[in-house]
Every structure is written in structure tokens, then in C-alpha cells.
């Protein structure tokens, strides 16, 4: 292994799991790709809190170990893995949307909804509004994540989509008080990393009713989904767009600055730095964090 892998996806790759990889390789000669990925999460335990294989990140890892001369793949067949739900939009058909202007009082849309995205035909919805709508558009995201949609009697007024948190973010990590170690406890954090009230709808507070609604249900939607319940949740507003004023509303809890290099930003490439925003689900997140606490607990009232 070459001595610049540390880290990928979170997991610290050991010198035993390129074993473990290589033995696998070797032993399944027939497995394709995404079956080889598939069984090597099993045997070094890449999984999710509730169990699942990490499909998408092992079949990625492969892939640079392969272009590093670590290991030998098989053949690429006319497919290739994509992840849980996957955003090509090239061949989406067009789908209708009521633009019809929304104004007035909050109180006038309530009860207000957040439905979460489970179906096909939601998922293209989904996508095809964050494509025409959202600056970021709807790319791909690997690992846990929710999509919902933000209603108001049956109809739609915003998208919202939750996923896996940053992984290196000093200015969280120091506030929570976190040690390198506490990073197996990463999963415990959800972020917002889509938002979108549609251009139309113009009513005063709608954006922080529904990032309030976001945080009372979210526990349960993410725990009834992946078999556990977040503790914190954390978002990037980018402050040369936004001003953030809807996350301090809803009482989320400014931190400070990205450092402007994202997750993938290649040297001499910066991106602009974004404002944290982190929002406590729990009274005792900290301790659920650090592991004083143990994250099965989940207790209203803690």
C-alpha cells in the first residue's frame, strides 16, 4: 500500500484489509466487480451502524488500488455501480410542476409536511427539481441519506435531503471536543447538505418550519430507515449566496468558517468557505459523541 492512503471514506485502510482485499481477489476469481466490493465489505467489516456493506466506497477503493498496481480487477462490465439511488438525469423525462405563485401567511400552509422520498417515481421527482432549481443540482451521494419533500395540502414547495456528515472539520470536531478515536462515532452525525424552497413560494418563515420540522422527525425517519437515530445534525451555508438567516431562526448554532478546500478540492483549486451550522438533537449530544454514552440509548428526554 503506498504510504499516501491513510484514509478513504472515512475508514482507515491497515495494511491487514489490502491482505484481506488481495486474498479475496484471489480466492473469488469469478466474482465481478461489484461482487468482489460486495464481499471484501463483509470481510473486513465495512458496514453501516445497521449492517449494511459500504458497496459504493469499496467498489471506489478498488478502483484506486487497481490504478495504483495493488490488486488486478476483473474485466468492467457494460454496468457499473452507481450507488443507492442513482441521479443520471440525461434520460429524465419531463415532469410537470404547478408554478402557480405561494404567498401569504405561514399559518395559511399548515399543517405543514416533510414526506419522505421512498419511491421511484418520488426519487425522479426529487431529482428533477433539484436539477432545474438548485444550484448544486442533485448529484450523487454515497451512503445514508433521506430525501423528503416539503408540502403544504398535497402540494410540493421545497425538497430537503440529508446525508453522511464531513469527515475532517476541525471547527466541529474541536467544539464537540472530539479525539481522533471518537471518529468510529462519525455516523451519529447527519448533514444538510440540500435545501431548496422553490423560487415561487415566497411566505415569510417557511424555511425555518420546515428545518424545525427536519429536526423532530428526523430521529425517527433516520432510526425506522438505518437502525439507529442521529445526535447532531450540521450544514454548509455558503455566505456568497446566503445569508444563513433561516438556520438561525430555526436555532441552529453557528460555528465558524470552512476552511475552503472541501472534501475532494484539488491543490491550487480552492473553494469558497462556508459557513457550519450545527443543530443538537440531543440534550447530552456530547456525551453520545464521545462515547460516555452509548448511541442504542435513545431516550427523549437525554
Not at 440525461?90 to 419522505?116: A, K, M, S
Not at 419533500?149 to 467544539?175: E, H, N, P, T, Y
Not at 451519529?188 to 420546515?210: D, G
Request: include cysteine; charged fraction near 25%.
Amino acid at each position: 500500500m503506498t504510504n499516501h492512503i491513510l484514509s478513504f471514506a472515512g475508514r482507515k485502510i491497515t495494511e491487514e484489509d489490502i491482505e484481506h482485499i488481495k486474498w479475496a481477489r484471489e480466492t473469488y476469481p469469478n466474482l465481478s466487480r461489484t461482487e468482489l466490493a460486495g464481499t471484501i465489505c463483509h470481510i473486513i467489516d465495512w458496514l453501516t451502524p445497521s449492517g449494511r456493506a459500504k458497496l459504493a466506497q469499496c467498489y471506489d477503493l478498488l478502483c484506486l488500488l487497481e490504478k495504483e498496481d495493488i490488486i488486478d480487477l476483473p474485466p468492467k462490465q457494460k454496468y457499473t455501480y452507481k450507488g443507492k439511488n442513482n441521479n443520471n438525469t440525461q434520460q429524465q423525462e419531463p415532469i410537470h410542476v404547478d408554478r402557480t405563485p405561494v404567498e401569504g401567511d405561514i399559518r395559511e400552509l399548515l399543517p405543514l409536511t416533510l414526506d419522505i422520498v421512498c419511491t421511484k417515481g418520488s426519487h425522479a421527482r426529487w431529482r428533477y427539481y433539484m436539477n432545474q432549481y438548485h444550484m448544486l443540482q442533485a448529484k450523487t451521494v454515497f451512503g445514508s441519506q433521506l430525501r423528503y419533500f416539503i408540502r403544504s395540502k398535497g402540494r410540493d414547495l421545497g425538497c430537503m435531503q440529508f446525508s453522511a456528515s464531513a469527515w475532517a472539520l476541525k471547527v466541529r470536531d474541536r467544539w464537540i471536543g472530539w479525539r481522533k478515536e471518537d471518529k468510529d462515532r462519525l455516523h451519529l452525525i447527519v448533514n444538510n447538505n440540500r435545501f431548496l424552497i422553490f423560487p415561487w413560494v415566497r411566505v415569510q418563515n417557511l424555511a425555518s418550519k420546515s428545518l424545525s420540522l427536519a429536526a423532530k422527525q428526523i430521529q425517527e425517519d433516520w432510526k425506522n430507515e438505518y437502525g439507529y437515530a442521529p445526535v447532531l445534525l450540521e450544514t454548509f451555508v455558503d455566505l456568497h449566496y446566503f445569508s444563513g438567516t433561516c438556520y438561525q431562526a430555526a436555532n441552529w448554532i453557528y460555528l465558524g468558517l470552512t476552511r475552503g478546500t472541501g472534501r475532494t478540492a484539488k491543490q491550487g483549486m480552492p473553494l469558497s468557505k462556508k459557513a457550519i451550522y450545527v443543530y443538537p438533537l440531543k440534550k447530552h449530544f456530547r456525551a453520545y459523541l464521545k462515547g460516555d454514552l452509548p448511541y442504542q440509548v435513545v431516550d427523549p428526554d437525554v
